[in-house]
């Protein structure tokens, strides 16, 4: 495929299956829009499923304002087994009849862990610990201490629950903060039921505003799937349409007064919908954050 010209590349919304990493991906994209100016906004673990979204050409720019964002996963958790990993990827360390859990006492620890929680992320996790990948240390056989730090479950829910001889499997859905590890949950459930526990699908099914029935699957035409910048940034930012001279002041660099409302992160949309930029705006004053090329040639 000839290189994507035009625009300012854009973000791509992809579903991604079981087995190749996230970096697989990006590489997978970069050889279909033949270009190497791909990023993402977060990574999936290769046994995890769904939503990852990736940037292309200018719009890579983009992404540092969306990896912060909530997200929404699908899960098994399979109570009974503790494994390495805190999921199906490791090897099984304890196995504890689980059949007599019952679902009161599910509910209620699930419960003790929605809201405002101190987690301790998984230490097979790409945490750095004295500028190492935790995992690699982890699989080093180094003992991994990881400190709690605090996020957020705003939602944990129970769909349904399998018996799988003495194990017991629920299928889950979770509303997370960035930065929450659903392994971590899995762990500290079975842990909090005094069974054991670990994950054994997850599937990520929504970043911030972007929901995975929108998503494309790898082998799909990406080029076609590209999502232009104004629309994704119209979807997190408040937005403010720009006449020829005020953008051509933004992209200067300089500062200049707009009518719209004080905020950290505006879109600032040129003649004809392009995004010229992110700014922030104080006093009626915006100030540039980030700027975006008229058009260009992906390489």
Avoid: W
Avoid at 42 to 70: E, F, K, N, Q
Avoid at 160 to 188: M, Q
Wanted: charge should be negative; proline fraction near 6%; charged fraction near 20%.
């Amino acid at each position: 495929m000839p290189p994507v010209h035009g625009g300012s590349g854009g973000i791509l919304l992809l579903d991604k299956p079981q087995g190749p990493t996230s970096h697989d991906l990006v590489a997978r994209t970069r050889r279909a829009l033949g270009t190497r100016k791909v990023g993402h906004a977060g990574t999936l673990d290769p046994m995890a499923t769904g939503l990852m979204i990736l940037g292309v050409g200018s719009s890579t720019r983009l992404l540092t304002y969306l990896v912060g964002l909530d997200k929404e996963y699908t899960a098994t958790i399979r109570l009974g087994q503790s494994t390495t990993t805190d999921d199906a990827e490791g090897e099984v360390v304890a196995e504890t009849d689980a059949s007599g859990v019952t679902p009161e006492a599910i509910a209620a620890e699930v419960t003790a862990l929605t809201g405002e929680i101190a987690q301790v992320p998984s230490s097979f996790s790409a945490i750095k610990v004295d500028g190492r990948r935790s995992y690699d240390r982890a699989r080093a056989g180094e003992e991994v201490d990881l400190p709690p730090r605090p996020v957020t479950v705003s939602e944990f829910a129970v769909l349904s629950r399998r018996a799988e001889g003495p194990l017991l499997d629920l299928d889950v859905r979770v509303a997370v903060s960035s930065g929450t590890y659903v392994r971590a949950l899995a762990r500290d459930l079975g842990r909090a039921l005094g069974v054991g526990g670990h994950l054994t699908a997850l599937r990520r099914t929504r970043i911030g505003p972007f929901d995975i029935a929108t998503a494309v699957h790898p082998d799909d035409d990406l080029a076609a799937a590209l999502l232009p910048p104004a629309e994704v940034a119209a979807r997190l930012f408040p937005t403010v349409s720009m006449d020829a001279d005020t953008t051509l002041a933004l992209s200067q660099g300089k500062r200049v007064a707009v009518a719209v409302a004080d905020a950290p992160v505006v879109a600032a949309l040129a003649p004809g919908g392009r995004l010229a930029g992110l700014v922030s705006v104080r006093d009626g004053v915006c100030r540039v954050l980030v700027n975006f090329p008229t058009e260009e040639v992906l390489t």
